[in-house]
Structure formats: C-alpha cells, structure tokens
C-alpha cells in the first residue's frame, strides 16, 4: 500500500540551530516528486521545497534542504539556521502509485525555542 | 494575483442540512482537489479532479460529492452532514499531476456540523 509516514509528532530546536524532520514514502514508481510543506498557525499551507526521485542531488532552497535516500525511501527536511518564523507544522507528500491522488504524512509539529 | 480562493471560511450548521464549499482558481490548473484535516490524521484527500467533467475519489470521499463543469471551479457538497464531517477543509489546485507539480492551497474552510 501506499505509504507516507512522519513519526515525530513533535519536534523542538533551539533559534539559530539545525533539526531535522523525518519521513518515509513507499512507492512502486520510479519517476515522480515529493514534497514538504509548511503550515503556520494561520493554517496556510505553503511548499517549502520539492524533490524530483530521480536526481541524484538533493533540493535545496535557502535555509531549507532535503535528504533523499530512494533506496531507503527517506525523505528528510534539514532546517538550518532555525527561526521563530519556522514555527509550524510540517507535512510531508507524494503521489499515490498508479493513480493520480496525493498523499501527506500526518505531520510533525516544530516549536522554535528563542 | 495567482490564487484559490474558497468559501466560505467558517461554517456552522446542523445535522443533515445540505451545504455547498465553492472552490476557486485563476491559474488555469487541471488538477483540482479537495481535502480534510484532521488533529493527527494530517490531510486527506475527499476527491479530485483531472479536468472537466473527470473526477474520482480520494481516500475519504464517503459522505461528500463533488463536480467539475467549468475548469475554474470545484465546489464540494455535503448532502446530508453529520458531525463527524466537523472538519478543517482544503481546495488545491495544480498544473500538472501529482506526480509532477506542487499544489497551490486554498485558505482553508473551517465546517462545524452540530
């Protein structure tokens, strides 16, 4: 079955330190993008960056980059450089293998600690 | 300015009263898609839409109907809602599949069902 799965419900990082949110997707596709995205307290949700399955390199975009280990079906977000802006909750996605519906992870709950 | 927009925001209604969420884009996406949030369960897709007149069932479309007659609009009906529709609920909107593109977000409806 198609699978997206974040197992820390909650994460906290000190301001201006690193963290790392975690996910796993399960597929059966060789060709696709997964997603993080963010969503404050206003409840928007927002894409903090994508990754394409087959490119070697890793995403990055500012502060924010991902770990991708396809053979491992991991799917990390590095935060660097933590800010309080970075409060919020985060959701992992993808599609679903052999169907065009669209998945997320339950979430992870990141608090910035000043 | 590029958006989706739904209404209404917030709702609250009772037991087996027919309401309609419109949904809205200006982007000239295909894929639309309507989805619930849940404390714990992240988000889950009701239904989507490919294109005009093409739609299908997300993960949770029980209780819901949606239909697609111009490519701008999406809107989601609960025929007969019942509490456990009490719900946060999203319209997103794509260019391209899942699979290829990111989802563009709605603000989000806020439906209490007493």
């Known amino acids: 079955a198609q699978t997206v799965t974040q197992s820390q419900p909650e994460m906290s990082v000190q301001e201006a330190e690193t963290v790392t949110l975690s996910c796993t997707y399960d597929t059966s596709e060789s060709d696709y993008y997964l997603f993080w995205y963010k969503q404050p307290p206003s409840r928007q949700m927002i894409l903090v960056i994508r990754?394409?399955?087959?490119?070697?390199q890793n995403a990055t975009e500012n502060r924010f980059s991902v770990n991708f280990q396809k053979a491992a079906k991991s799917f990390s977000l590095k935060i660097s450089d933590s800010q309080l802006g970075d409060a919020a909750m985060y959701f992992c996605a993808g599609p679903s293998s052999g169907t065009y519906k669209y998945i997320f992870g339950t979430g992870t709950r990141l608090k910035v600690l000043a | 300015e590029a958006q989706v927009t739904q209404n209404p925001r917030y709702l609250i209604t009772v037991t087996g009263k027919k309401l309609t969420v419109t949904c809205s884009q200006n982007m000239n996406h295909e894929y639309m898609s309507w989805y619930r949030q849940d404390p714990g369960l992240g988000l889950r897709q009701i239904y989507y839409?490919?294109?005009?007149?093409?739609?299908d069932k997300g993960d949770v479309p029980e209780g819901y109907k949606v239909s697609r007659k111009e490519k701008r609009n999406f809107p989601l009906i609960l025929e007969s809602p019942s509490p456990n529709q009490t719900s946060l609920y999203f319209c997103?909107?794509?260019?391209?599949?899942?699979?290829?593109?990111?989802?563009?977000f709605g603000p989000g409806t806020r439906l209490t069902v007493l």
């Open positions: 839409s490919m294109n005009v007149e093409v739609t």
């Open positions: 997103a909107s794509s260019l391209l599949n899942p699979g290829r593109g990111e989802q563009f």
């Open positions: 990754q394409e399955a087959y490119k070697q």
